[in-house]
């Protein structure tokens, strides 16, 4: 094989590495959007998860995979939804942050439990049972 050849091969491999990482990233989660929206905007269907007073209202809910859970942030300090590596994928996953009356919806497809918590205060955990 030529220097050339090996490269093509070794990069192709790296692309089809990388390829994988990524499909399965997109796989567990999906995000809305990047961007917190208007609560009112929460998706009809989604389970909703207030924040209030430094805590996730209902610290552990239960859906099916493909079901989507909002989160609705009810106060003045701004809070989100972050995800430690190895939860949603290789990576840690921080949401963007919610201010009052903003919202942040995911869809989990797969069954699991998914812990987690706010970036600025670690100390708001809950979670999200998949089955
Ligand atoms: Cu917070």
């Not at 961007?35 to 805590?55: F, G, H, L, R």
């Not at 989507?68 to 949603?88: D, L, Q, S």
């Amino acid at each position: 094989m030529t220097f050339a050849a090996k490269t093509r091969t070794l990069l192709t491999a790296l692309a089809l590495t990388a390829l994988g990482t990524q499909m399965a990233l997109a796989d567990k989660i999906s995000i809305l959007t990047e961007t917190p929206a208007p609560a009112a905007e929460a998706p009809a269907d989604a389970v909703i998860v207030n924040i209030a007073k430094m805590k996730y209202e209902t610290p552990e809910v239960t859906i099916k995979p493909g079901q989507t859970v909002t989160w609705i942030n009810t106060e003045a300090m701004p809070h989100n939804v972050a995800f430690k590596a190895g939860v949603v994928g290789d990576a840690k996953m921080d949401g963007a942050m919610m201010k009052k009356d903003q919202s942040y919806s995911i869809t989990f497809n797969e069954a699991g439990t998914y812990a987690y918590h706010c970036t600025p205060h670690p100390f708001m955990k809950a979670k999200v049972i998949v089955e």
